[in-house]
């Protein structure tokens, strides 16, 4: 089980009931998890905090606790947005790490530029009006949506979330889907539209890549798409949406 309580300072002083913790941090806009029915003693001082259980029959557990000075505290409860721009700090630290890995190719990257190029996009927290971002994102499972954020959020520190940025610009799904997309019901995203949107947007980037396999486009970029948003053969505009928000 995940336990944290980021720059909560847990305990000062001696002992302190672990609740007292939980909610320092849910004041904070932290994330805390605590099972309700486990029996929490105490906290001790330190440079890492640990709460264990002193209830007999219960082995010892230990959660870990990231202390800093209580005034940090503080000013977060003054400052929620630096809690924000913290967040942000982390999502590009892992995404600048994720995407530095040889397993993305240079079309990839070029896709990557072009969406980040875009200030409209990223310090306006539009990725998804931005044909770049979506492409950048769909080409690869490890990839995705998140780590096109997580890296948009090293240009912008008040970068939103994934579950906050606006709905997939329809124009952009219609340039994929076709013209059958403004009919009435409109129509999915078809494998083939899929592979011409990729191609087209490296094309309208001016990019010199292309993938190495449009086979290997289809396995990893098309097809884990396709599961999570568990749509059948086709991806209609309410699971792609879902997707960019929320994979």
């Not at 924000?84 to 600048?96: I, L």
């Not at 969406?115 to 994102?137: I, P, Q, R, Y």
């Not at 340039?175 to 019901?185: E, H, V």
Request: glycine share 6%; hydrophobic share 35%; aromatic share 10%.
């Amino acid at each position: 089980m995940s336990h944290r309580a980021s720059e909560v300072h847990a305990c000062q002083g001696g002992k302190q009931n672990v609740e007292d913790a939980a909610s320092w941090a849910r004041q904070a806009w932290l994330s805390v998890e605590l099972p309700g029915d486990y029996p929490w003693s105490y906290c001790e001082e330190g440079p890492k905090s640990s709460v264990r259980s002193k209830t007999p029959g219960h082995s010892r557990r230990t959660v870990i606790f990231s202390l800093r000075p209580c005034a940090s505290v503080a000013a977060a409860l003054a400052a929620p947005s630096t809690l924000k721009a913290r967040d942000n700090d982390d999502d590009c630290y892992v995404a600048t790490h994720g995407f530095s890995y040889p397993d993305k190719e240079q079309y990839q990257r070029d896709l990557m530029d072009a969406c980040l190029a875009d200030e409209a996009a990223v310090t306006g927290s539009n990725l998804w009006g931005n044909k770049a971002c979506v492409a950048a994102a769909a080409s690869f499972r490890n990839i995705w949506p998140s780590t096109v954020r997580g890296l948009a959020a090293c240009k912008n520190s008040e970068e939103a979330q994934l579950d906050a940025q606006p709905s997939l610009n329809y124009d952009i799904y219609a340039s994929i889907a076709g013209d059958c997309a403004w009919a009435d019901g409109g129509c999915s995203v078809t494998e083939q539209n899929f592979i011409d949107f990729i191609y087209s947007t490296l094309s309208e980037i001016g990019s010199s890549g292309y993938p190495a396999s449009v086979d290997t486009l289809i396995s990893s970029g098309w097809e884990p798409i396709l599961k999570w948003a568990a749509s059948g053969d086709e991806l209609p505009y309410g699971s792609f949406n879902d997707w960019l928000h929320f994979s």
